[in-house]
């Protein structure tokens, strides 16, 4: 149990310090047991494998991939040794050569084909659609009354999500037939989504749209005359040696794939389904190969390199105050850009790069330039449905480990860190909160909260990045047995608790 340090100086603000280097990237993923298995495995007090710990996560194992100043290694956490293996694993040994369905990750990939061509001047983003499909192909996402909106949607629309259209997501096939685009966009048989239509304003609302995204691959395959995925091939690919990657369907040949699963247990059947809506969903591909292209976004926000540097800016520059810039989740206030997938029946996963994103405003400096880690990104794959819980478990952690700054996209609960001792100050939140259910208690050289007359649970330090206010450094406390998280921080000068539980995040006031 984690005592609390009286003599602890208040942590370093993470978000708001200068990067620190860390470990050097290639002890931090290289050795027998990382720094991050090690911390894995300590989120149990008995003697289980990670693997063991992952499965109760929700997955069976992990494939996890650091950039660190522009150097990339690899490593899969928690696959059990080939005498382990069971029907919930998959057969064959993984490696760093595994693939996985990239889900909405995807997006951004495309996204930079589009950047490539714009920068040729072959494509444009603010130019109509109806420049670039016919008015046959306009009429499958649009009726007579929404024919004159629909034409005015533009790649920037599509890209940022807010082009209006409908669609979210796609399920995939599991057996053929496979739909056509235009059985797709209509939403007719044997497609299994809905018809894509214009529900609001072009321009007015975000509504994330994998059906607007569709629109892109029509687009790219009327304009080149080439299938999607040969088109990506040439364009980005194969430019950035992502040899591991492709939106094809995943051919009888390829062995060394991860089998998606339902949860930590038990592999689905089918075990991945085929996504012809391939711009939105369908890439396959390892951690490698998706910082190879979050590298390829860094260099070209340097200087010219894969694109050229206004480009990149353009890419990476927030369409309005919408939480997207060209296929990339960007804010004008942070310094990471990324993306996070989910495919049915199960994969998930997350990457993401840091970099100093343009504010929208010319040649303004940012005042956190200097916290940016240069060249630096975090890629976590899982083949499970309920992967998520255990990528931003991650993602947290390694930024932790690093000392660079947090994810704000990423709100889970994040792992324990057993080995670190309750910042002294934590004390200072003792008492009562909230409407007088919760108490915050220092017992036997513990901290503990109590929920009403339920028994008190212990709290440990998060592995996550702490928060900056103005009087100081966040405490952050995982309730020991529980996804749940207490931060210890301030609002307008007075301290509050926040809990963080399901995915949600409620203030505490002081009783």
């Known amino acids: 149990m984690a005592g609390i340090d009286e003599e602890t100086p208040k942590l370093a603000a993470r978000k708001d310090v200068s990067h620190r280097g860390g470990d050097k990237t290639g002890d931090f993923l290289s050795s027998k047991q990382t720094m991050i298995e090690n911390l894995i495995q300590a989120q149990s007090t008995e003697e289980r494998s990670i693997h063991d710990i992952l499965v109760d996560f929700g997955t069976p194992f992990l494939s996890l991939a650091v950039l660190d100043e522009g150097k990339i290694t690899a490593k899969v956490i928690g696959c059990p040794d080939a005498h382990e293996m069971t029907d919930s694993v998959a057969t064959n040994v993984l490696d760093n050569d595994t693939i996985f369905q990239a889900a909405s990750i995807s997006k951004p990939i495309t996204a930079m084909a589009v950047m490539k061509l714009c920068q040729e001047g072959a494509l444009d983003l603010d130019t109509p659609i109806s420049k670039y499909i016919s008015q046959e192909q306009l009429a499958w996402i649009s009726n007579p009354i929404t024919l004159p909106l629909v034409s005015q949607i533009t790649l920037r629309h599509l890209f940022s999500h807010t082009s209006g259209l409908s669609c979210h997501g796609f399920t995939g096939y599991a057996t053929v037939p496979i739909p056509t685009i235009e059985q797709i966009l209509r939403g007719e048989l044997p497609a299994n989504n809905e018809k894509i239509t214009m529900s609001v304003l072009p321009g007015q609302k975000f509504c994330y749209s994998g059906g607007g995204i569709t629109v892109i691959q029509l687009i790219l395959e009327t304009h ?52 012809p809506e391939s711009a939105a969903a369908g890439l396959w591909t390892t951690p490698t190969d998706l910082l190879k292209a979050i590298r390829a976004m860094q260099r070209s926000l340097e200087s010219d390199d894969f694109l050229e540097r206004r480009w990149a800016q353009e890419m990476l520059t927030e369409v309005g105050d919408f939480g997207f810039g060209i296929g990339w989740r960007v804010k004008k206030e942070d310094i990471q850009f990324g993306h996070a997938g989910d495919n049915d029946p199960g994969y998930a996963c997350f990457v993401a790069g840091y970099a100093e994103l343009p504010t929208g405003k010319d040649e303004v400096p940012r005042e956190s330039s200097h916290l940016v880690p240069k060249n630096c990104g975090i890629c976590v794959m899982t083949s499970s449905r309920l992967g998520a819980v255990v990528y931003q478990k991650i993602v947290a952690a390694i930024a932790y480990l690093k000392h660079w700054p947090a994810i704000p996209e990423l709100q889970g ?26 108490t915050l208690v220092e017992k036997n050289d513990a901290l503990l909260i109590q929920c009403g007359t339920f028994s008190e649970m212990s709290l440990v330090p998060a592995a996550l990045p702490s928060h900056s206010y103005d009087e100081g450094s966040s405490i952050d406390l995982v309730v020991d047995g529980l996804e749940m998280m207490l931060r210890l921080g301030w609002k307008d000068k007075s301290p509050i608790i926040e809990v963080w539980q399901d995915e949600g995040i409620s203030t505490l006031e002081r009783r």
Request: proline share 9%; with cysteine.
């Open 224 to 275: 080149i005359k080439k299938p999607f995925p040969e088109i990506m091939d040439e364009m980005v690919l194969k430019p950035l040696q992502m040899t591991r990657s492709t939106f094809k369907f995943l051919p009888a040949t390829e062995k060394n794939y991860a089998p998606a699963h339902l949860n930590g247990r038990q592999v689905a059947t089918p075990d991945h389904y085929s996504l």
């Open 413 to 438: 609960v994040p792992f324990m860190d057993r080995k670190k001792t309750i910042d002294g100050k934590a004390k200072e939140w003792c008492g009562s909160w909230g409407s007088g259910d919760w």
